[in-house]
């Protein structure tokens, strides 16, 4: 009677017709599901020796599930629970579950690897750095946040944020782009960077850090954005702006975009088809093709063939043997503690944005995800990246979010992606770049960067209609977003800016000077 009452409850005769599964009066399965008892179909099992069974089984997205298969009566009055049969049921089920992720993920590996090397080259030319050094960086980043990190969708590469910082950075000490000089910089701020994340990680402070104010955070992003796609103008138009305007960024680009008649048609012609491509085929056109590899395949042709479409970046070669001893090392003591606090600054502010987006992708797959691990990950890829002469790196959200749509399942994704980097470099890749468009590549970041560049739904409310902790936040997210405007190049003083500014309103708050009013009780 105790197993009847148990059995009773469970609804699989009903279910399973809505399935159009045909149910024989004698024979009720009792199955015990997840909370995801959709996603797979049932079949018919049977047991030898015993009466027939039908057997639910249902899946949750990563492929377990447990079922609890019950027979009909028997002659004696008690029932036969065919557990045996259930277990060889799920076990049946895992190989071809394990095989359709393995395949998944090697095509999700091989479409982010495609957009992956194209988009190093842009994020170089924001850097400032050379091409070869956020390809060293891509490669040497990808396997360790594979193996360590606590998202199976993150992939950890060059970013837009963390290359702009970078220019920031090292052109506000003087240093000449491209220079050898200037790409050991690059490699120090990524040492500092990943060494700040490694000991916030060991420290188990990554909730505190994530912790850090929203409207500090998404103020600097819109800005750092902004500033991002205005210096991609350039390569857009194949133009430069002169006179007083061109000394800052956004003034550069409003200057560019008021004198068409200073385009290039090529330049143009390309970065135009690259956006129409990429706001409208949702990043891919097949699993293999993303939208990005088409723009550079398309734009590679044109050059080859002698079309006009701007400079193009030319052929690199890697000398791996040159590597060693690390060129970060060589970096004069003067120039190297001048980075320091930029390179925390870098180290911080890249994590936050990634990690924002590594939270969500986990609540929405149920799953726990680890901040201090997710440091830790992102951490060891960026001092990896400054001994192979590489730039800062971290979670890069345009990447992992193909790799998701692509189909990927697992880190293996993600390993997939560093092993063909390294490839890539190994056997000499560099010389297929001898015809990629810069313009191109200044279309794909501008694209990557704009949804970035559009204010937040926090900084666009009506201050007026809000309580006073939503105008305090709404104000602190602009005040952010113009420090982080008039800091450029360096962009990380902004953001302490806006930090310091967020401070002092707490530190004022807690006196009691600011705050809610409070209405006085008669």
Not at 174 to 187: F, I, N, P, R
Not at 222 to 234: N, R, T, Y
Not at 313 to 330: H, N, T, Y
Not at 368 to 379: C, F, N, R, T, V
Request: glycine residues 12%; charged residues 10%; hydrophobic residues 50%.
């Amino acid at each position: 009677m105790a197993l009847m009452s148990i059995a009773q409850p469970l609804t699989f005769a009903v279910g399973a017709r809505a399935r159009g599964v045909a149910v024989r009066p004698r024979a009720t399965a009792a199955v015990t599901t997840g909370a995801s008892a959709s996603t797979t179909g049932s079949f018919r099992a049977s047991v030898v020796g015993g009466p027939r069974a039908l057997l639910a089984l249902s899946a949750d997205r990563r492929g377990a599930a447990s079922s609890t298969l019950t027979s009909r009566r028997t002659g004696s009055g008690g029932r036969v629970v065919c557990q045996a049969a259930a277990e060889a049921a799920l076990e049946a089920g895992k190989p071809k579950e394990k095989e359709n992720s393995f395949k998944a993920d090697i095509i999700a590996g091989i479409s982010v690897v495609a957009v992956a090397i194209p988009q190093s080259c842009g994020y170089a030319l924001l850097a400032g750095t050379t091409v070869k050094c956020a390809l060293l960086a891509a490669a040497a980043a990808a396997l360790p946040a594979a193996l360590l990190g606590s998202s199976r969708y993150m992939q950890v590469g060059c970013l837009s944020l963390g290359a702009l910082l970078t220019n920031g950075a090292l052109t506000g000490l003087g240093l000449v782009g491209a220079s050898d000089m200037y790409c050991m910089g690059a490699s120090m701020l990524a040492l500092y960077a990943g060494v700040t994340r490694l000991a916030l990680g060991f420290g188990k402070l990554g909730k505190t850090i994530a912790g850090l104010p929203v409207s500090v955070l998404d103020g600097f992003v819109c800005g750092a954005s902004m500033l991002v796609f205005s210096i991609q103008i350039p390569h857009i138009t194949g133009a430069a702006a002169q006179g007083f305007m061109a000394g800052h960024y956004g003034t550069a680009a409003i200057w560019l975009l008021a004198h068409p008649n200073l385009w290039q048609i090529g330049n143009v012609a390309l970065s135009v088809f690259t956006f129409v491509l990429m706001l409208n085929s949702k990043k891919r056109i097949h699993p293999l093709f993303p939208a990005a590899l088409v723009c550079c395949i398309v734009g590679g042709a044109l050059a080859a063939n002698g079309i006009n479409v701007g400079n193009c970046v030319g052929a690199i070669s890697f000398d791996v043997a040159g590597l060693f001893p690390p060129a970060v090392l060589q970096l004069p003591k003067e120039l190297a503690l001048a980075l320091l606090a930029p390179g925390i600054a870098i180290g911080v502010s890249t994590y936050l944005e990634s990690a924002a987006v590594c939270k969500r992708w986990a609540d929405e797959d149920g799953e726990e995800w680890d901040s201090d691990k997710e440091l830790i990950a992102q951490g060891t890829s960026s001092v990896l990246s400054a001994f192979a002469g590489g730039m800062p790196v971290a979670g890069t959200i345009s990447r992992a979010a193909l790799g998701k749509a692509a189909g990927a399942r697992t880190q293996l994704a993600h390993g997939v992606t560093g092993a063909l980097l390294i490839a890539f470099i190994v056997f000499n890749g560099g010389a297929l770049l001898a015809f990629l468009p810069k313009s191109a590549l200044g279309a794909l970041v501008a694209c990557g960067i704009m949804p970035l560049a559009i204010p937040t739904a926090l900084m666009l409310r009506n201050v007026g209609s809000l309580d006073y902790e939503g105008k305090r936040d709404t104000i602190l997210a602009w005040v952010a977003w113009a420090c982080t405007l008039l800091s450029a190049p360096t962009l990380d003083r902004g953001l302490l800016a806006g930090c310091f500014v967020a401070l002092c309103v707490h530190l004022l708050e807690k006196a009691g000077v600011l705050g809610p009013k409070k209405v006085a009780v008669a």
